[in-house]
């Protein structure tokens, strides 16, 4: 018997997992202290279910316990740390209240469907209600959720195949070189060169945010010039973790320009000889420090919207921080359609260079910046 009684009043579990192939000896889970017999049974089945994984052909299965897999799941690939926040927020404030007393065994497409339609008379944080770009990214992860019972062999099928809502289409916006060099004007460049760095090398690499406040002078070649992408910072609750980058595919390297290494190489000298007290190892050091306190997301975001917002003129748009990505990527496009490089070419370069799992991604996301393209679908139809 796994539950038994003890003591005064007191109740303990001995749930067995079986022999260790090693030792041929019995592992076994035992924890003492319920006040209760049915607070132990509920132990019991809790330690069954979601440590030792024991399912019973008809069991009822519960959001948390699809949701505990996913997390192994992300753990196994590497997932970054802002990816699973992000299915955090949208489990704890969506997802796992709507399916709280669900079976996930047993739903139907008609109860994701009903799901979808909740979700569409939600509030947002931000006001009003979600948008259908927010519920589909939801509807994304429940796909997930369901794909993990799927290869638990909980369930045989995926309810969750739904058409996506249609998405507000938000035209994609960019610098061109002249409107970031006027963007640069704006920042000192003395007493505020960390930010003019960071928003160098979100231009010159198209490195996400998090990937250039992870960059320390170890994974910097000057010789050579290029860039290692090996991790991303990740800011929560007021502390920086340095984890994986969004995908495996995300790890590369990146070559630079001269004139941006000849700056790099003038300032990691300057920025040496600054702080070499309060480091033992300068390569250490995070690349915008001018201070022991390395650079985070919300001083950036405090410097954009306290400094610069009230910099800015009314023909130059302050555009978001992924925005210098898609600039990067628009300056390479039009440099390549001059030198007259084919689009398959262009596409594959900036796939690798940006760090995309594939090239679907890579495509639609920047297939508009070649509106030739269209023009010429269109002139075929003169030899109609």
Known sequence: MTVSKYGKGLWKIDVSDGYDELTGKRKRIRKTGFTSKKQA?????????????????????SIDYLY??????????????????????????????????????????????????????????????????????QMIFLHK????????????????????????????????????KRFLALIDPID???????????MFTGARSGEALALTWEVVNLDEGY?????????????????????????????IHKSFVDELKVWKTKQFKLLEKYVDKPETLQIYQTTPEIVTHPQITGFRHDKLKKRMPDD???????????????FLISQGLRKGEGKDYLFFTLMKRLGHSSITTTVNTYSHLFPSQQKEIANAFDDF
């Open 68 to 137: 505990s897999l996913v997390k192994i799941e992300d753990e196994i690939r590497g997932n970054s740390q802002s990816t699973k926040d992000t299915q955090d927020s949208y489990y704890r404030v969506y997802i796992s209240k709507f399916f709280a007393k669900a079976n996930m065994r047993t739903l139907t497409v008609l109860d994701i469907k009903k799901f979808r339609e909740w979700l569409q008379e939600q509030p947002s944080i931000k006001g009003g209600k979600l948008t259908n770009k927010n519920i589909n990214r």
């Open 145 to 180: 959720l369901f794909d993990i019972s799927i290869l638990h062999q909980i369930r045989s099928d995926n309810p969750c195949q739904l058409k996506a809502l249609p998405e507000k289409h938000v035209e994609m916006k960019y610098y061109t070189p002249e409107q970031f």
């Open 192 to 202: 505020e060169f960390r930010y003019k760095l960071f928003f160098e090398i979100l």
């Open 316 to 330: 130059l748009p302050l555009i978001r921080n992924h925005d210098f990505r898609h600039s990067h990527a628009a």
């Open 41 to 61: 049974e509920e132990y019991e089945a809790h330690i069954k279910l979601f440590e030792l994984r024991e399912l019973k052909p008809k069991q009822k299965i």
């Open 227 to 255: 860039i290692n992408i090996k991790s991303s910072a990740h800011y929560r609750k007021k502390e920086v973790t340095i984890g994986a980058t969004k995908t495996t595919q995300s790890v590369r390297r990146i070559y």
